[in-house]
């Protein structure tokens, strides 16, 4: 599972021109599901992204999360993120899960992230969409939960 994550003084999503779903300052994830993520990688990033310490506190320092700020999430699916373009000219989506797995993954996280009290608002799932945003900073950082490369998992994200 990957995530690109933004702070934002707010964010939109839209389909076929009408506004969908709106936040004020916040988060917004960027959500790719792999082929063999599962619910422990849905828990992970649920609480790294909740208590990741990015907001900027009294001193200017990051050091206020999500939850301490009281911000909103907002939650895009978004399989490109899983794209390998290593090879030719063409990005190979064959690391990203299937649309059935991908979206009961998605709505788990959605779920996971309200349950920790924060206001999640979310596109929709697979859509063409418009997504706005005026970034914090700017802050934008890439979150992963990665196998271990010895699973044979995620072959194209491991470290060699």
Same mark, same amino acid.
């Given at each position: 599972?990957?995530?690109?994550?933004?702070?934002?003084?707010?964010?939109?999503?839209?389909?076929?021109?009408?506004?969908?779903?709106?936040?004020?300052?916040? %988060?917004?994830?960027?959500?790719?599901?792999?082929?063999?993520?599962?619910?422990?990688?849905?828990?992970? %990033?649920?609480?790294?992204?909740?208590?990741?310490?990015?907001?900027?506190?009294?001193?200017?320092?990051?050091?206020?999360?999500?939850?301490?700020?009281?911000?909103?999430?907002?939650?895009?699916?978004?399989?490109?993120?899983?794209?390998?373009?290593? +090879?030719?000219?063409?990005? $190979?989506?064959?690391?990203?899960?299937?649309?059935?797995?991908?979206?009961?993954?998605?709505?788990?996280?959605?779920?996971?992230? +309200?349950?920790?009290?924060?206001?999640? +608002?979310?596109?929709?799932?697979?859509?063409?969409?418009?997504?706005?945003?005026?970034?914090?900073?700017?802050?934008?950082?890439?979150?992963? $939960?990665?196998?271990?490369?010895?699973?044979?998992?995620?072959?194209?994200?491991?470290?060699?």
């Amino acid at each position: 599972m990957r995530a690109v994550i933004q702070r934002v003084k707010k964010s939109s999503v839209s389909v076929n021109n009408e506004i969908i779903n709106e936040i004020g300052p916040g %988060l917004l994830v960027l959500l790719g599901i792999a082929k063999g993520d599962d619910t422990g990688d849905v828990e992970y %990033l649920a609480d790294k992204t909740t208590n990741l310490r990015i907001f900027e506190d009294k001193n200017n320092k990051m050091n206020r999360s999500l939850f301490e700020t009281g911000g909103e999430m907002l939650v895009v699916s978004q399989f490109t993120l899983l794209g390998d373009c290593r +090879k030719g000219r063409r990005p $190979s989506f064959t690391d990203a899960a299937e649309p059935e797995a991908a979206n009961e993954l998605y709505e788990q996280f959605v779920k996971n992230v +309200k349950q920790r009290g924060i206001t999640v +608002k979310t596109g929709r799932f697979r859509a063409m969409m418009d997504v706005s945003l005026i970034n914090d900073g700017p802050v934008t950082l890439i979150l992963e $939960s990665i196998k271990s490369c010895s699973e044979g998992n995620y072959n194209n994200f491991c470290v060699k």
